[in-house]
């Protein structure tokens, strides 16, 4: 009985594509308590993945954003995001090599870049990845290391030894959050990564919308002193604006 509902759950997942634990609670007739249980083993045997409230497919569209969290947090000042990431992208041209860090304002860079060629692209994001890794003319290297799938990106060790291989002109980097101290971020293994990232560039321009500022999490990152140029939106409030340029950072508002 029980063999059979987790094989009928795993069936229905895979014909919607996702589906909320209490959807499929009434569905089954059990309770939610069951239904979590069941997702926990099919997951484990390798039949689906969890995702917050319910399952998604393998091999699906939702497997895939489920693990970049875009559900969670593309939408969110995707307006914004999209000019900022035109703005980055005005500033690649052909023969860069260039680092993009993880984030959804990384992806709308991502994408106003399939067609600059030739260029190299390094990157641990693997939502950056999917965006560019049939883009003609352009070698993408991805970071090898651990997979954080808050982030969706690779960390750790193995990460930090290949940036210290490389040397590129231009990071576009990411935060979750800002402040007149700096950045900071939630994990060590992001924040670490990210310093391994702008020791590995010779130009750091930081990509967030403005209501990252005023923000602080757990770890520090780096100093504001470290970025060259900041591209964010135009609701950036005036005070940090005078606080920015006054450090001699370059500042674009789109």
């Not at 489920?66 to 914004?80: E, F, N, P």
């Not at 670490?192 to 990152?221: N, Y």
Request: include cysteine.
């Amino acid at each position: 009985m029980t063999g059979h509902r987790r094989a009928r759950i795993v069936e229905q997942v895979q014909r919607e594509g996702s589906m909320r634990v209490a959807d499929l609670a009434a569905r089954f007739d059990v309770s939610e308590v069951t239904i979590r249980s069941d997702l926990v083993i099919l997951e484990r045997e390798g039949r689906l993945l969890r995702d917050r409230g319910g399952a998604v497919a393998k091999g699906s569209h939702h497997f895939v954003t489920s693990l970049l969290g875009v559900d969670q947090r593309a939408s969110l000042h995707l307006d914004k995001k999209r000019r900022i990431g035109a703005a980055a992208a005005q500033r690649v041209s052909p023969g860069d090599a260039i680092l993009i860090d993880a984030g959804t304002t990384a992806v709308e860079i991502a994408r106003q870049l399939t067609h600059v060629s030739p260029l190299t692209v390094v990157t641990n994001a693997l939502n950056v990845a999917l965006e560019l890794g049939a883009a003609a003319g352009q070698r993408l290297i991805m970071l090898g290391g651990t997979f954080n799938r808050e982030s969706a990106s690779t960390v750790g060790a193995l990460t930090e030894q290949s940036l210290a291989e490389l040397s590129v002109q231009k990071l576009f980097l990411g935060t979750q959050a800002m402040d007149a101290d700096g950045l900071t971020d939630s994990t060590m293994e992001i924040a670490q990564a990210k310093r391994a990232m702008i020791r590995s560039a010779r130009q750091v321009i930081l990509v967030t919308d403005s209501s990252k500022w005023g923000t602080s999490s757990l770890t520090k990152v780096c100093p504001l002193t470290e970025v060259d140029t900041i591209i964010t939106d135009n609701e950036l409030p005036a005070d940090a604006r005078t606080q920015i340029e006054a450090l001699g950072i370059e500042l674009v508002l789109v």
